[in-house]
């Protein structure tokens, strides 16, 4: 049931969730249940494309001769979903052993992003950090050590990319100092 309630929240509306779980009258709950179910299998249909998506943006990182590096990772796609874009973070995090932001346009203008991070950097220090040295970068974010959301003008996100990795770069030489 969670996944299903969790897909709710992520594409449309958690009042669906609610509903089920509430209701008392089984006519309304099977109903509901079935919306989920299909919310559901949606969420998983739009995280595999995504998640392809990333993993062919992100070929190259992966590839040790192709001279290309990055200590963090921003990724983006006019076409993700907001809310699946912390899932695919989060997977390529793994694959690649070092902090990921995936963002997902809101309106063209703005972006919306969803860190994840590795053990010993805590990403919203990170941001914080990139807020401190360039105030009008980020719009907004928050979080905690190993994950943390934020919005940008999509025009800055090179500048972002770029910031962010420097910040990574320099968090992984401290961390790698304390080892």
Known sequence: MAPRLN??????DMSIGIRCLLSEDLSRRVPAAQ?????NTQRRQIEARMQSEALCAIRVLRDPDS???????????????????GLVASRVK??????????ASV?????RGSAR?????????????????????I???GGHAMAAGLTL?????????????AECSAALARLGSRM
Do not use: N, Y
């Open 153 to 165: 003008e999509a025009a800055r996100l090179d500048q972002f990319a770029g910031a962010f990795d």
């Open 35 to 39: 919306e989920l179910d299909a919310l």
């Open 94 to 103: 793994e694959r690649l052993r070092r902090p990921v932001i995936a963002f």
């Open 67 to 85: 001279g290309v590096t990055r200590a963090g990772v921003c990724l983006f796609d006019a076409a993700w979903h907001q809310g699946v874009v």
């Open 107 to 111: 309106d063209g203008a703005m972006l």
């Open 117 to 137: 991070s590795i053990p010993g950097i805590h990403v919203r220090d990170l941001l914080d950090a990139i807020a401190a040295r360039e105030p009008r970068l």
């Open 139 to 141: 719009q907004k974010f």
């Open 7 to 12: 897909a709710a929240g992520r594409l449309t």
